[in-house]
């Protein structure tokens, strides 16, 4: 194959898909970050000329409110990594431990979660959680309330749906870690003396820890990101980042806070992102 | 062994907790109750047989089904050929060029279907379904490439090499020995990417209009104004479709290693 | 006019130094030709250059008659037949051998009939509805080779064919590959490392070392009269020195020898012509191998280490011993400069 002809067979290849995303794809998303750092124009209800201001940013935080969701965006975020890595540690190493037979069928029903659609996965939540649901059933028979208990649309209430949401996210990844750490490494350790948590901390945390990583950008962009389960199970009283730009967009016609919110939002997945490869990529000289 | 009984604890748990809700869907779904009280009162089949006979979401339904088959086809055509440059003859500043094709899997698509709405389809007055339709191939295309390209990676090149010096041409190569060989990693990425489009909701929330919905959001749109069982009647719908789905083509095709 | 013309051809990989350099060789029609050489002399750099996978960066290749130079490789008339084989895994072995023609529109009755022949003709009848994986490499070698021929190409390149079989296959096939190839008249050009192979198949054979040729030569004359150090290295001349002066110089020090001629610079022996047992030289036994008929003897000599045998019978000598031995100047090899 001349080369030559390769390279430009390849780049004509490519070129579909490129301009597509490009223009499709990437520019709205770039016009609309844009859009957050200018003020003025024809278009706008501000009047005036237009030119490149902080102004919408600067009014946005300095709206409580606004903070608020920043906040709890960024708080249920870390809560859901932090337990989803607490509970799928234990499972995965479970997993990899099973009998090879039904492995294919666990993880299957591990998998199978992500492929059904979120409103299905957090309406189970609205039906357990609501005023006739069947926790507050279970806390009246038990004689723990008197009368049902607001569950829906609390903070508690969002963390448990997304925990659900993307256990799965954070549960293959370690599999798939787990997996390449031979059985024989922790026996090792602990015919030298180590107990089981000492095996788990200086074996099996470190030689995870890019899976643990991956899994954790996952779950975390995941959470700041998530719409279905804020919305159903938080509302408009409990907002969260996305939940506040659907809400800036379609009932308050406010599109300059709008962007703003899709700046940070861009910002946040752009740095965990780039703050994961950072981690990684030392990793590689090993 | 003793050691490996919090393990096996936490997984069944974890389990119950993934797991556990679908089956509370189910019986909610069947509930011969007016709203959503759980327990049910009592059992019966009238909103599952409501819900397929509402004009809206079938309608809906309908929609998401173009949608996803026709955004799922243009995803391929777009992205097998990208996932076939990458591995057999990268062009140069490939770095970049796959920065750019998976920046739809680290944008969040609430932002791309506002951006879309705000600055292509306001602004040349596009139909909605197009829309729609552009918003869901962006998100495809990258599933795409990254299946078809993993099978790719483990497909010999000499094979194709062979073919050359047979008198095959590029094209003919392609169609007669790679694809054969891919055959499965396409049809796994087609079912992704069918199911993802499928329960997309960011991207279409912006992008739907009035008589083009798509089923998920319809659903959305249901619940803000009712409380009955209907919602969980059409999950339960959606849940067994999925399953049936995933299952039979694991079964068939074992796509849970393209993953 | 040769049948396929290489001139001055020059080849490299990306941006690296050129692998090959300066090549010229002819073929002629008919003719077995084997590259032989150590890994990464340029014997396969060549041969995919030919099929038309690399570009060349200087010089021309004719086959023919026809310039092919700027041709791609689907356009050349050559058959591969590659070291991995490459057999087509989700066809069987009609559908693998009958790819090329079927590429060409050849008519579904005359397909069927040159296929089955020339899958006779490898020995395979009757596995024409087997898979590649259902078969061993020496079935799968004899596919990949079926599907180079049946289309009839004007060259027929093999690119280590043999190198993944086990050793007595190896010699099987060898033979096999001589028939078809003489039976069929096919021109071939056949890359190897073996030594062996190469002497036992070829009408000529191409030594090349660093992307250069050392000599090129039929095999009686490359195994008799090496021209070089390196193809007399090659062809098994263990013991090689320099020589000026009248002595031998070697890694340790050196030897008087008279009685070769004038303009020798290097003069070399084979294993077997070094006696050990008798002669006017000295020298320590290092190690010493039991090989039936005779023994073979590592020594450490004024020279250096000499490799030496001697017959079963009379090799009392065993490690450490001092042992006589000769350099019968009668059979040195005598390289000029």
Sequence with gaps: MLASSKSRLGLMLVTPALIFTSVCFLLPVAALLLDAFRIGGPDSLDGGPLQWSLARFADFFAEPLHLQVLWRTLRIAALVTLCSALLCYPAAQAIVRVHARWRGLVLGMMILPLMVSPIARTYAWIVLFGRNGAVNAVLLHLGLADEPQRLLFTEMAVFVGLLQLLLPLMLMSLVSAMENISADLALAASTLGANAWQVFTRVTLPLTQEGLIVGGTLVFTGSVTAYVTPALLGGPKVLMLETLLYQKVSVESDFGTANVIAVILVAMTLAVNAGLKRIAAPRRTT | MKQGLFPRVVLWAVMLFLLGPFIIVFLAGFSGGETLAFPPPSYSRRWIVSVLQAEEFRQAFGTSLQIGLLATVIALLLGVPVAYAMSRMPPPGMAVIKQVLTSPLIIPAMLVGLGLLRHFVLLVDAPVFLGLLIGHVGLLTPYAVRVVYSSLANLRVDIEEAAITLGATRLQTFRLVVLPNIRGAVIAAFFLAFVTSFNQVPVSLFLTGPGISTLPIEMLGHMENSFDPSIAALSTLLVLFTMAFVLVTEKVLGISKYM | ?337
């Design chain 3, 1 to 337: 006019m040769s049948y396929l013309n290489l001139q001055q051809v020059a080849l490299g990989y990306g941006n690296a130094r050129t692998a090959v350099e300066g090549l010229d060789l002819a073929v002629q029609r008919g003719e077995l030709i084997s590259l032989l050489g150590p890994s990464g002399c340029g014997k396969t750099t060549t041969m995919r250059a030919i099929a038309g996978l690399i570009d060349l960066r200087a010089g021309r290749i004719t086959l023919d008659g026809r310039d092919i130079s700027r041709l791609p490789p689907n356009k050349r008339d050559i058959g591969l037949v590659f070291q991995s084989y490459a057999l087509f895994p989700h066809l069987n072995v009609f559908d693998n051998v009958a790819f090329g023609l079927r590429l060409r529109k050849v008519p579904a009755a005359e397909l069927r009939q040159r296929v089955e022949k020339v899958i006779a003709a490898v020995g395979l009848s009757g596995f024409e509805a087997r898979l590649p994986a259902q078969m061993s490499g020496g079935q799968q070698q004899r596919v990949a080779l079926a599907r180079a021929i049946v289309i009839e190409p004007k060259l027929l390149l093999l690119d280590e064919p043999l190198s993944n079989l086990d050793a007595k296959l190896r010699v099987q096939m060898r033979a096999e590959l001589r028939r078809i190839q003489r039976e069929l008249g096919i021109t071939m050009l056949y890359v190897t490392h073996d030594q062996d192979e190469a002497l036992a198949m070829s009408d000529r054979i191409v030594v090349m070392n660093s992307g250069k040729i050392e000599q090129l030569d039929t095999p009686e004359q490359l195994f008799n009269a090496p021209r070089t150090r390196f193809v007399a290295n090659f062809m098994g001349f263990e013991n090689l020195f320099d020589y000026r002066h009248g002595q031998l110089h070697g890694a340790a020090g050196q030897l008087p020898l008279a009685g070769l001629p004038a303009n020798t610079a290097c003069a070399g022996w084979r294993v077997q012509q070094v006696q050990v047992g008798s002669g006017p030289y000295e020298g320590r036994v290092l190690s010493r191998g039991f090989l039936g008929e005779h023994v073979e003897y590592l020594l450490q000599t004024a020279l250096g280490e000499v490799r030496g045998m001697a017959p079963a019978a009379q090799a009392s000598a065993r490690e450490g011993d001092t042992v006589r031995f000769d350099l019968p100047v009668q059979d040195a090899l005598a390289l000029a400069a």
